[in-house]
Every structure is written in structure tokens, then in C-alpha cells.
């Protein structure tokens, strides 16, 4: 067979995913990492014409932005050119010589990640001597490379494999025996490198420079004994270490969490938004057989670019470990409860409700930052029911503790509550703290507590002290992702499920809303909080069939129109956090993603 | 078959005025009768009025409706046919299939092409090899690889394919014969069947479900002796063959329940679709072997055998003779088959070999995107058909360029056969419905998909 075509099922995968998997709008004006995006894709912000030139590629007139990169400017265009060390979101070294084209006029090949465009430049990527070129790189690539492929972690995902398929596709003329390496080497707390599997593209070199702005990485010794390493008695240690796996081409960097345990091939992947602080970072869960396996960064350029942080990445594990997984009524007051049904839960939950409010009493809802913007919607609808029959609400906003000591200036902030936004808006301005909370339990002024989301800013032992507290009250419903001290003196305790479980949205500390998707289903009884409000709210007689409790999407829409009815459509999200919401889009609806039609990553 | 074996068949005459190959040969007509002329006094026999049924006392009867199926003992085929009768007439039948229905289509699209050889054995199950080798000159057309499939592997899969087309006619017929009370045929014929399996287990390693055939090529190479031994086979099989045919053509039960019974003209078929032994019993030579020549078809002689009347007996004739061929292109296979590579050399389609798979990082890859990803296909959709043991069977395959399927169609043979049943049966009695339907060859698994 004659060269394969660029295959457009690769292509058009990647499309779909990046239609589906970013429910914000494209950037507005292009951030740091500008020269990633297309030249000439975004007529809005496109230069001036005088800028814009014309180059001959493959014989095909092409428009781009003067001085733009070759090679972005051939892979915009849909002309495939091999590549290894390049990177959108990382300067360009050109030490892998893989992208290496034809510029009619210059004697020898160029790298095209090198190369800026310019007028009537004409460029042949796919010339015999081109492709002679390209194929005798992979085949210097490969001559040290270790048969590795059935034990190595990056097989089904990896960029050499994909780019030998695509373009070598013969075997090797060399017999000399191959150069061996470490085979394990532990770089640093979260990951292990193979030297022999390395080809040395410095991507994650460049990675920690860039990205994380620690210079941990450096390439030792020369020719075929080059190698990765750490300066001695130093580690590759900061916030951002994992992204070194994603870039790595080949399997030579692995995640200690992720070596071993499953193979690309067998994910599924679902899109979603990390749920570990207020940044938001976009992340594709990777999961199969039920369980979450990996998170890795999605690319947004308005958020997090192509990156995410380490400890990020380990937020999947709350999702399998401490959880409530069945409903319990009855307990507080030092009473054990009993393991109950939901059905029972909820309608226990709906008489002492209806009892409470209708003898106007003052009732406690707690908004969790932790919980989606619908739950957190369909809370504030139904604090405005009890209201009307009698009850006087107090709205608090709870979630986790801030973390001054961890934010920093590239993507980790101190809230670690992914949507203290959107808490804010729907719990409304008169609502309190979790301090007002505490304050107002040892006050003795309210008899009832509705908390949709358990967690409290408290350690552990303050949650325990604080626990008591709640036994004064005449009603107590916590709906609870994790078993907590707190949770058990619930008189109703109603397993919800976690972030990975449902669909929704988080508003981050940019206002931008964003789309959660449902990527396992959650463990034992557990449903979303939204369902667990929408049935309460039924059982009591607060709410019947309205939208919100038809589906997460219905609540999304419904929500949506009341908080973005007076404002413009598309108003900028940085004006408030209700524009956010003007602009919020719940996307289209698709199943996972599986990785053996991924072809690539990294 | 060697010259002794046609020396052999020449001499004993087994089959009643059956014309040998050398007969047909020498007559060189492209399409001869399959039907055969019996001697004058058998056939004074078999139309002695005296012999003939007495009329029927009518009784009033009155339509009644009933179940044929899908269960039922006398069918070779999970088929519901719902049977408007009048006493023992047919008078309407509704004929339904889909009772194997296996999503084949839909799967292919789920699999890799060549992980869609174990479905295409699961189509016509009783000439596993014929269905292997039409999806793969599907792909290889698409691929643009026919011309340079290697001579060998091309060779190989015509003797594949000519021994399944002979274990498909051999089970049609042994059922049918077992169908209308001859169980000894039954026995005889499954027993060369049973041979000629094991031949085909000795090289695929299964006796049914081979999954032999590879694009670009085949599997692995024809074991040890393979050749001497399918001749000893076929001289076996060819003097069974021949015991089967007396006890079947000169049978006068047999003749009764098979002549005139199921009768199709040559027109109402080809509007029907048909293609095939059936087709080719209405006196239709259509084959697609002679007609549109692959693989080296072209470099056989063999003859086309037709019937004239294309009724139920005709139907075993034209099968009983096309044993008889597909030995003449196997005998002529096995002289002219040359030596060579059986699987083209073609990293991104074909396999690399085990050796260098785990020994050299570039044979790892290949073998591991081959698996994981698949043959990458161009985008294109294509058509290929075949002679497969009911008929042309075709393969229609969109391709959008990755490593599976975008779309995956069969025309099944069987199919398009089974709709013309209701027709074939209309007025025959609830008896004939069996014979008919057996030698429709309606396969299930080809049928449902």
C-alpha cells in the first residue's frame, strides 16, 4: 500500500472531544501560550491583514499569521507531520528532528517547529526525501528503544507507536546489540522513570521549567548514553510533577499511582471539571469496569491550559474510599440509626420538614461549596417554599477549609471548594459561615438543620467537638458524600453521590461555569444532591413536578433563565458571577470516550 | 483428482447417466444439464400410471392456521413459517426469519477487520472458509491489494474454499435425502464430510469456525503432505459420492417427493434475486467463478452445471454435479499450486512474524497497532462478491479510513432465497415443505446474520 492517508476518524475524534469537552466558548483574547492556537482559526481576533501571508504548502495556498509556526501552521491545515519534542504549550527546542519539511530554496530540511512562516515561503511535507528523512529519524529513534511494549503503561496511548505506524512501518538495519539504561529509576514521589524507553524529546524537561518553574530535570551525558535525571540528592518534586507523564511520548515517565494497574486501551473517558479547589481545572476521568482509574488534564486554554496539579489528580480516590453508601434514620442524641431505604429516608426527612415549617420554626440550610451549582439551585427553590409555609430560613455556606499555604500564581488557589461561587450566589447575601453556623447551634437558634454536603472547614477533631452540638436540634438531614463525626447524630442521613457521579456544573473563581459529567455510577444507594432535594421536596409537599426535578439538565436550564434573566446574553463572566451563568452552555450529550479510538496522548 | 481416480469414476459408472468430468470435458458445453437422463424402461417406470396415487377422496375441509417452526424437528433451519392450510395443502404462508439474528453487521463495526473473520465463519457455518475468504478480497479490494495477493495464499483459498463448497452441498443433500426418509445418504455424506473437515482441521486447527483466512493472505502455510492427502480424500469421497447418488437418483420415494415439487422458472428467480445451485437449477448458468473470475479461478477449467424445469430435483442435481466440479478445480489446484509466501509482505496490513515480534521494537509496534488499532483502511466503500456455497455472496464495507468498519453489509445468498419460499411452497403439500425448504439451503446463520 502506498502511504496511508491521515486518517480522518483520528481527526475527527479529536474534534468531537474538543466540541464536547469544552462547554465554555473559546477564549476571548489568546493567553499565554498563544502560539498553540491555530493560526487563522479565530477570524474575530484574527491580526490585521497585513499581517496574514500566504505560503505554498504541499502545493496548496495557505493564509496564516506571519511568523506563526510551521508546524502549527501545517497541523491546523490538516497536512500531518510527524513529531515528538514539540509541544502547544511549550517552547519549541527542535532536538527530535522528527518535523523535519522541505522549505524550497533552503539546502538542507528544517524543523518545522523552528521554522516561522513567511511570505511565499513554499513547503513540501511529504516529498520522498521528506518522507526518506522522516522514516530513517524514527528508525535512530528506535535502534535503542526496549521491547517493552506489552509491559509498558504508555502502549495503546503512545506517540512513538503511533508515529512508527504512520510513517516508518519497516524493520531496523541495525544489529548492534542495544544500549541498556536504568530500568527503574524513582525520580520523585509520584513518579519512576525508564531510561532505556526515553528518546529524549526534553518535553518534561521542559515541562517543570515552564509550567511548573522548578528546574528539577536535566539531560545527563551524550550521544546514546544521554540520559533524564535529577541533580543528585534532588528529587523531581513540585505541584505539577505528573504532567511530565502526560507530555512524556513514550512510557518513559509513569505515575507511581497509575503504573500497573489498567490498560490505556480498556478506559473509557468521560470529560469533567476537578473537583479540587477553585481553579476548576478540566479533567478527562478515566474510567472502566465502574471505577475511576486516572485523571489527567483536559486542554482549555481559558482555564488550565494542557496542565493540572498533582494533588488534583488524586481526587478520584474520595470517590471509592469513606463512603456513605446506604441511608440511616433515627440517630443524634447519642441514639444509634438504623440502615434504612431511601424511599423511607426521604419520607421520614419530608414529615418532620412539613411538621417543622408549617409550626414556624427557624430552619438551617446549609449550601455546600463542595455540591453543583443545580443542587445548590434546587436548595435555594426550596428554601423559598418553606418560607411561604411558615418557616423562617437561615442560609449558610459551608465546604472545606481554605488553604492559603497552597495556592500559587499558575493554578492551585487556598479554596478548596470547587464551587464556592455558585454557593454564594444561590445560598443569597444574608447567608453565614460556617462559624455563623456553629455559633448560631451553640446559640440554640434553630431547630432544624437541612445540610445538602457534610463537609465543614473544621479538622477533624474540631468536627468532633463540634458534634453535639447538633443534638439540641428537633430535626437534623445531612445528605453526605463521606461517613464524617458530624453525619452520624443525623436524625436523617442521606448517601449522596460524589463529583464523578452526577452531572451538573462548578462555577470556578473565574465565574466560569462548567460542565461536570457523570462518569461512574454512584456507589451503593447514593444519588445526587439534587435528586435527594428534588424527592424531599416532593414527599413534603414543597415542590411537585417543577423542572428541577426532572433531570440535572432541566435544572440546568431552569436555572440558567432565573439567574441570567436581566443580564445581556454572553456578558463577560469577570463582571459577576451571575454573567457566568449568562453564558454557561450545557452541551451536548455523549457517551465515553474510549481510548482505543484515541490513537495517542501525549 | 489424479488420473487414476478419474480412471477409477470413468470405469465404474457409479453415477446413473451422471456424465463424468471427462464426459463434460469433452463435450465442452459452458453450461451442461445437470439432470439426468435416466434409461427408458426406469423412466417407463416412474411414469407408470398404475403406480400413480388414486385421486383423494375430498373431505370438506376448512382453512386452518398453523405454527411450522421455529423449533421443529424436520427443519434444518430456525424458521417460523406460519402455514395457512386447507387439509394438506398449502394455501398462504407466512414465512419469518431472524430467530438467529447475531447483529453481525453491527458487530463488525465494533471490531477491527480482522477480528471480523471469527463472525464471517458464524455466517454460512457449513462453508466457513468460503465466507473468510469473501470478506477478505472485500477488504483487499478496498485496500487495493488484490493483484498482489501472493500466488500461494491465492491457490490456498481456492482449495479452501472448493473444500467447503463441497462439505456444504454434501450437508445440504445428506439432510435433505435424511429429510424425506433416506437415512443412509445422510450417513454416507456426512462421513466424506467428516474427512474432508478433518483435512481442514489438520490446517486451520478448528473444524468448523477456522477463522483462517487473513487479509493480505492466509494464516499459516498448508501443513505436511496436505496435498497427497486431499487427494486420498477425494478418491475416497468421490466413490462414496457416487454409492450416495444410486441410492438416490434412481430412488423412486426420493424422485416422487423431489420432482416437481418447488418449481421455479428461470425468470421468477433471477426477479427474486437468486443466485447459486438454486438459481442454477431453473437452467440459469450464472456462476460467479465463470462469470466474474477471482483469486485464479480464471486458470481452472470446470463446467457450470445448470437443471432445466428448477424444481426440487434439480436443485440435488446441480449440487450433486458441483461436487463433482469443485474435485476437478481442486484436482487442477493441487498441480498447479506454487511455492512461496502465503501471507503478503506488508507491515501495515499483514502481521509481523512471531520471531521478530518479540525480538526487534519495530515488529512490536506493528503487531501491537495491528491489534489494537487495526488494518487502516482508506476511506472508500466497496463491493465484493463471491461463489459462495448458496450463491453470490457479497460484502459491502464503507470504510472511513480507521481500523474498523464504518459500515459492514452482507448480501446474504440465503437471505434472499428464503424470501421466495412462501412462493415455492403455495399449493404444495404440508410434506413438500420440508424437502423445499432444505434445498433453499437456507443457513441461518447467513440468513439472520
Known amino acids: 500500500m502506498a502511504e496511508t492517508p491521515p486518517s480522518p476518524m483520528k481527526s475527527s475524534i479529536a474534534a468531537a472531544l474538543r466540541e464536547t469537552q469544552s462547554p465554555s466558548p473559546p477564549p476571548v483574547a489568546p493567553p499565554a501560550a498563544a502560539s498553540a492556537a491555530p493560526a487563522g482559526s479565530a477570524p474575530s481576533s484574527a491580526p490585521p491583514p497585513s499581517d496574514i501571508v500566504t505560503i505554498k504548502l504541499d502545493g496548496r495556498d495557505v493564509q496564516a499569521k506571519k511568523g506563526a509556526n510551521l508546524l502549527e501552521v501545517c497541523l491546523s491545515n490538516g497536512v500531518d507531520v510527524s513529531y515528538f519534542c514539540y509541544h502547544p504549550g511549550l517552547s ?13 530554496g533552503q539546502p538542507k530540511l528544517v524543523p518545522a517547529c523552528f521554522t516561522p512562516i513567511a511570505d511565499k515561503m513554499e513547503v513540501n511535507t511529504a516529498t520522498p526525501r521528506v518522507l526518506g528523512i522522516r522514516r530513517q529519524m524514527l528508525e535512530f529513534t528506535l535502534v535503542n528503544h526496549p521491547v517493552d511494549c506489552p509491559i509498558c503503561d504508555k502502549a495503546g496511548e503512545c506517540t512513538l507507536q503511533k508515529q512508527y505506524q504512520d510513517w516508518d512501518h519497516v524493520g531496523s538495519r541495525s544489529s548492534i546489540p542495544k544500549v541498556h539504561k536504568p530500568k527503574m529509576q524513582d525520580l520523585g514521589p509520584h513518579i519512576v522513570l525508564d531510561a532505556e524507553r526515553c ?31 535529577v541533580a543528585p540528592g534532588h528529587q523531581l518534586d513540585n505541584p505539577y510533577s505528573l504532567n511530565t507523564v502526560d507530555v512524556c511520548p513514550v ?17 473509557f473517558s468521560t470529560s469533567s471539571v476537578c473537583p479540587g479547589c477553585a481553579t476548576g481545572c478540566n479533567v478527562e476521568v478515566h474510567h ?18 494542557y496542565w493540572m496539579c498533582d494533588e488534583g489528580r488524586f481526587t478520584y480516590k474520595n470517590v471509592r474510599h469513606k463512603r456513605l453508601t446506604s441511608a440511616r434514620i433515627g440517630g443524634g442524641r447519642g441514639q444509634p440509626a438504623q440502615i434504612t431505604s431511601i424511599d423511607k429516608a426521604v419520607a421520614f426527612a419530608a414529615e418532620r420538614l412539613d411538621r417543622l415549617a408549617s409550626g414556624g ?19 435555594s427553590q426550596v428554601a423559598q417554599k418553606l418560607s411561604t409555609r411558615g418557616a423562617t430560613i437561615r442560609t449558610y455556606v459551608t465546604g472545606t477549609a481554605a488553604r492559603p499555604e497552597r495556592a500559587d500564581k499558575i493554578l492551585r488557589s487556598a479554596d478548596t471548594n470547587p464551587n464556592a461561587a455558585g454557593a454564594k450566589l444561590f445560598a443569597g447575601t444574608g447567608a453565614g459561615d460556617a462559624s455563623a453556623l456553629l455559633s448560631d447551634l451553640k446559640a440554640g437558634k434553630l431547630k432544624g438543620l437541612w445540610m445538602a454536603g457534610g463537609d465543614l472547614p473544621l479538622t477533624e477533631q474540631a468536627l468532633f467537638d463540634a458534634a453535639p452540638l447538633v443534638d439540641g436540634l428537633e430535626l437534623f438531614i445531612c445528605q453526605a458524600v463521606h461517613d464524617s463525626p458530624l453525619l452520624r447524630r443525623a436524625q436523617v442521613q442521606l448517601p449522596a453521590a460524589a463529583w464523578a457521579e452526577v452531572d451538573g456544573s462548578f462555577t470556578n473563581n473565574k465565574n466560569l461555569v462548567q460542565r461536570l459529567r457523570k462518569a461512574v455510577t454512584p456507589q451503593g444507594d447514593a444519588r445526587s444532591h439534587l435528586e435527594l432535594i428534588g424527592q424531599i421536596a416532593k414527599k413534603a409537599n414543597l415542590a411537585q413536578s417543577e423542572k428541577w426535578q426532572v433531570s440535572a439538565r432541566q435544572a440546568f436550564l431552569q436555572m440558567v433563565a432565573s439567574v441570567s434573566s436581566s443580564l445581556p446574553a454572553g456578558a463577560d463572566p469577570a463582571q459577576s458571577v451571575a454573567a457566568g451563568f449568562a453564558s454557561a452552555d450545557w452541551g451536548r450529550e455523549y457517551l465515553p470516550v474510549q481510548l482505543r479510538f484515541a490513537n495517542s496522548r501525549g | 483428482m489424479s488420473t487414476t481416480t478419474q480412471s477409477k469414476t470413468g470405469s465404474k459408472k457409479l453415477a446413473l447417466g451422471m456424465p463424468t468430468p471427462e464426459e463434460i470435458t469433452a463435450g465442452g458445453i459452458p453450461g451442461i444439464s445437470a439432470r439426468p437422463k435416466l434409461p427408458p424402461d426406469l423412466m417407463a417406470k416412474l411414469n407408470n400410471e398404475e403406480l400413480e396415487e388414486v385421486e383423494d377422496i375430498e373431505l370438506p375441509t376448512e382453512p386452518m392456521t398453523i405454527n411450522m417452526g421455529p423449533s421443529h424437528p424436520a427443519t434444518h433451519g430456525t424458521v417460523r413459517i406460519i402455514l395457512t392450510i386447507d387439509g394438506e395443502t398449502v394455501r398462504d404462508s407466512d414465512v419469518q426469519v431472524g430467530y438467529l439474528h447475531r447483529c453481525f453487521e453491527k458487530e463488525a463495526e465494533a471490531a477491527t477487520y480482522t477480528q471480523v473473520f471469527p463472525y464471517t465463519d458464524r455466517l454460512n457455518y457449513v462453508s466457513p472458509l468460503l465466507n473468510n475468504v469473501g470478506f477478505a478480497l472485500a477488504v483487499e479490494k478496498l485496500l487495493g491489494i488484490v493483484d498482489r495477493l501472493p500466488e500461494r495464499a491465492s491457490y490456498i483459498r481456492v482449495i479452501v474454499g472448493e473444500i467447503s463448497r463441497i462439505t456444504d452441498h454434501l450437508t445440504c443433500l445428506g439432510a435433505s435425502a435424511m429429510e424425506v426418509g433416506g437415512f443412509t445418504p445422510f450417513l454416507w455424506m456426512i462421513k466424506v464430510r467428516e474427512w474432508l473437515w478433518e483435512l481442514l482441521e489438520e490446517l486451520t486447527g478448528a473444524r468448523l469456525t477456522h477463522s483462517y483466512v487473513r487479509i493480505g493472505g492466509v494464516a499459516q502455510d498448508l501443513p505436511e503432505h496436505f496435498i497427497e492427502k486431499l ?9 462414496v459420492l457416487g454409492e450416495c447418488e444410486s441410492l438416490l437418483v434412481k430412488n423412486r420415494i426420493f424422485r416422487d417427493r423431489m420432482d416437481g415439487v418447488g418449481t421455479i422458472s428461470a425468470e421468477d428467480a433471477i426477479a427474486w434475486g437468486w443466485t447459486g445451485p438454486c438459481l442454477r437449477s431453473t437452467g440459469v448458468p450464472y456462476d460467479v467463478r465463470k462469470d466474474h473470475p477471482y483469486l485464479v479461478y480464471d486458470r481452472f477449467e470446470f463446467d457450470v452445471p445448470v437443471g432445466s424445469v428448477g424444481d426440487n430435483y434439480d436443485r440435488v442435481a446441480v449440487r450433486l454435479e458441483e461436487i463433482r466440479q469443485s474435485m476437478r478445480i481442486l484436482d487442477q489446484a493441487c498441480k498447479q499450486i506454487p511455492a512461496g509466501p502465503v501471507l503478503l509482505d506488508e507491515p501495515r496490513i499483514c502481521m509481523p512474524p512471531k520471531n521478530a515480534v518479540y525480538n526487534t521494537i519495530e515488529s ?22 463471491t461463489e459462495g456455497g448458496n450463491g453470490e455472496l457479497g460484502f459491502y464495507i464503507v470504510s472511513d479510513g480507521s481500523g474498523r468498519p464504518y459500515r459492514c453489509h452482507v448480501r446474504a445468498p440465503s437471505f434472499i432465497h428464503t424470501q421466495a419460499l412462501s412462493k415455492l411452497i403455495l399449493g404444495a403439500g404440508i410434506a413438500d415443505i420440508i424437502p423445499t425448504f432444505g434445498l433453499i439451503n437456507m443457513i441461518g446463520g447467513e440468513c439472520d446474520r
Open chain 1, 92 to 104: 519549541s527546542p527542535a532536538v527530535c528532528r522528527q518535523c523535519l519539511v522541505e522549505v524550497v
Open chain 1, 199 to 229: 528518546i529524549l524529546c526534553t518535553r518534561c524537561i521542559r515541562v517543570c521549567d515552564e509550567v511548573a518553574g522548578e528546574k528539577q530535570l536535566t539531560m545527563a551525558w551524550r550521544g546514546d548514553r544521554e540520559q533524564l535525571t
Open chain 1, 251 to 267: 512510557g518513559a515517565l509513569t505515575s507511581k499511582d497509575f503504573r500497573f494497574t489498567m490498560r490505556a486501551w480498556e478506559l
Open chain 1, 288 to 305: 472502566a469496569q465502574g471505577e475511576i482509574w486516572r485523571l489527567v488534564p483536559r486542554e482549555n486554554l481559558q482555564v488550565n491550559k
Open chain 1, 361 to 379: 420554626g427557624t430552619i438551617g440550610l446549609v449550601f455546600s461549596a463542595q455540591t453543583t451549582n443545580e443542587a445548590l439551585f434546587a436548595l
Open chain 2, 231 to 239: 487427494r486420498a480424500v477425494l478418491e475416497k469421497s468421490v466413490e
Open chain 2, 364 to 385: 512490536m509496534i506493528g503487531h501491537f497497532k495491528l491489534i489494537v488499532d487495526g488494518i487502516k483502511v482508506p476511506p472508500g466503500e466497496v463491493y465484493s462478491y
